[in-house]
């Protein structure tokens, strides 16, 4: 199948494929002894059929505990959602699903890779027993069926002698064959969603792009939804469709890769292509440079805007006024009360 990205030089289409996932509204708090942490709040966006949205934004913006709340994977009993949330997955409110609901979807119909593979993976067992149990789970395949499956996933993976391999146990395994191995059990039951959150960045950069491409290469056989959480624009740029950038809690922007790229809307947007040296280009420690300023303490949001006091457009108004979304109808939006003019460019190689 064709990738279905829609930043080719192509117009913009008008059949946007289905969309699998939509989060809106979506807020979530935890009870902490320091008081309430509002982590997530008011965030919104949709995810379509085989498309791959970049999640970015610095480190402690909300990216994970945006995609644990739709994995349901927080703790219940500090976790609090806005009345108004919802995670939709064919028009069912993921909100409301019960822990045994959930474990029902989680692996089946969406799976989860994190950064570091041993979260995913048992030390005690082989590897082949993990993705057998998998399987035993969420298929009806028999014994000698779920076998060849796992022979025939750890090979799409690309690891070399599955046969040897299933037998082993993941500390005999490196880092990158390890996040293969967990890839493999994510796509073992042909999600339709898979959110890969900070998939590579454990890995050197080497094996990071390895990673990144195999999950690309999945996916265009798959039409698997890829959400992809990075504080790596770089690596938006070379395996996401759309982007989603986060700051405090908050979507500030949603754009196609290309859009962003050429003509981010939000200055935090532009802040953070500024700080990455030179897009397009694979070095090492191209990560979000920090934009100066300090980010305001989630237990204490201004009312205003969150970007405010960092930002280099600010003018009365957005230290006063929470800006609003406002959406242009072609699947880009930003919460910004002054966008950044039309004639900006970041210089990136396209
Ligand atoms: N279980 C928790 N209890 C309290 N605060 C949390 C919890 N999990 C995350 N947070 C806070 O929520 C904010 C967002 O975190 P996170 O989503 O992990 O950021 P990132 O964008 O780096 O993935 C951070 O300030 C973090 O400290
Ligand atoms: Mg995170």
């Known amino acids: 199948m064709a990738t279905m990205t829609d930043n080719s030089a192509a117009p913009s289409t008008n059949e946007t494929p289905a969309v699998v996932l939509s989060v809106r509204n979506l807020s979530t708090s935890f009870r902490t002894d320091r ?66 609901q959930m474990r029902v979807l989680r692996g089946d119909r969406i799976a989860m890779i994190f950064q570091e593979p041993m979260t995913a993976l048992n030390p005690v067992f082989t590897i082949g027993w993990q993705l057998d149990e998998a399987l035993k789970y969420h298929t009806k395949l028999n014994r000698r069926q779920r076998k060849a499956r796992v022979i025939e996933l750890l090979d799409m993976v690309e690891i070399p002698n ?56 999945l996916q265009e056989r798959s039409g698997t939804a890829i959400l992809l959480i990075t504080h790596d624009l770089g690596v938006v740029a070379q395996t996401c469709d759309r982007v989603v950038v986060m700051y405090a809690g908050q979507v500030v922007e949603q754009a196609s890769v290309r859009d962003l790229f050429h003509n981010p809307a939000h200055p935090y947007s532009k802040a953070l292509l500024e700080s990455i040296p030179q897009s ?58 002054y966008p950044v003019g039309q004639s900006s460019s970041t210089g990136s190689g396209s």
């Open 35 to 100: 008081g309430v942490v509002n982590a997530v709040s008011d965030v919104s966006f949709d995810l379509h059929r085989g498309e791959s949205v970049g999640l970015v934004g610095e480190s402690g913006c909300g990216k994970s505990v945006t995609s644990k709340s739709i994995m349901r994977l927080l703790p219940d009993h500090i976790t609090r959602y806005g009345t108004e949330s919802q995670i939709r997955l064919d028009g069912e409110n993921l909100l409301s699903y019960s822990e045994k």
């Open 162 to 217: 599955p046969d040897r391999r299933y037998q082993e146990y993941p500390h005999q395994l490196s880092g990158g064959m390890r996040q293969r191995v967990v890839i493999a059990m994510a796509l073992a039951c042909e999600p339709e969603i898979l959110i890969a959150d900070e998939p590579a960045t454990a890995l050197d950069v080497t094996i990071q792009a390895q990673i990144l491409r195999l999950m690309k290469n």
């Open 280 to 337: 397009g280009r694979k070095e090492k420690g191209k990560r979000l440079a920090t934009i100066d300023g300090i980010v305001p303490s989630l237990l204490d949001m201004p009312k205003a805007c969150r970007f405010a006091d960092r930002c280099d457009y600010r003018q009365d108004l957005c230290t006063t006024d929470l800006p609003q979304v406002t959406d242009d109808g072609n699947g880009r939006s930003v919460r910004c009360h």
